[in-house]
């Protein structure tokens, strides 16, 4: 069964710093799709980057990288160059191929910038 | 932005009672999907669906239903609510499915409790 394991309930970092958000995941399919979104206060969830099983390359988009270890099954969030509107829930999420377009989720990691 | 809208965007009912909440698109995607988010749980899929009439269960779809009779609405009923129902309830939409990049979008929420 697919599973979602986010390990930090919350971080605190200061802002211009790097971050690192962690996602492990666990899934017996070859092929599937991870994500990450953002939920701001507001409540919206907001789609980040995806990464999908056959990439070669980590995704990037802007600040936003993934960092895809297969071998270990690891999709860590690195946002470079912390801003205060990163203060947020970030979610991590995946997709298999197998289970007819069903995305499950993480429970999330609370990220705190600091000014 | 896609078009999606949640109604209603709050409801407070008591437990017994029916309610049914409504996720409306106009992108015209194939895949709807219903998850509610809880503390310390993410988000949970409840039910999703990958056509008219197509509709299969998530991880917690026990004591809630749904119907999607035409491409652009996707209802989810609690048929008897209970204060265990009390929750932020999403609804989400995607293109396509299995691995392909592909993005859900979500809407903008359902805040419901259950007295």
């Known amino acids: 069964a697919q599973k979602i394991t986010q390990t930090q309930p919350g971080m605190f970092v200061q802002e211009k710093e790097a971050v690192t958000l962690d996602c492990t995941y666990d899934?017996?399919?070859?092929?599937?799709?991870l994500f990450w979104y953002k939920q701001p206060s507001s409540g919206e969830m907001i789609f980040l980057i995806y990464?999908?099983?056959?990439?070669?390359q980590n995704a990037t988009e802007g600040r936003y990288s993934l960092n895809f270890q297969k071998a270990r099954k690891s999709a860590n969030l690195v946002i470079s160059a912390s801003q205060l509107g990163d203060s947020a829930m970030y979610f991590c999420a995946m997709r298999e191929a197998s289970s007819a377009s069903k995305i499950i989720f993480g429970s999330g990691t609370r990220l705190s910038i600091r000014p | 932005d896609a078009g999606i809208t949640q109604s209603p965007r709050h409801k407070v009912t008591e437990t017994g009672t029916p309610v049914t909440l409504r996720c409306h698109q106009t992108e015209n995607h194939r895949y709807m999907y219903w998850y509610r988010q809880d503390p310390g749980h993410g988000l949970r899929l409840i039910h999703y669906?990958?056509?008219?009439?197509?509709?299969d269960k998530g991880e917690v779809s026990d004591g809630y239903s749904v119907s999607r009779s035409k491409t652009e609405d996707f209802l989810l009923t609690l048929e008897s609510a209970t204060s265990s129902q009390t929750s932020v309830y999403f609804c989400a939409i995607s293109e396509y499915g299995g691995s392909s990049y592909n993005e859900q979008f979500f809407g903008p929420g359902t805040r419901l409790t259950v007295l």
């Open positions: 669906s990958y056509g008219v009439k197509d509709t």
């Open positions: 899934t017996s399919d070859q092929s599937y799709g």
């Open positions: 990464q999908g099983s056959y990439d070669e």
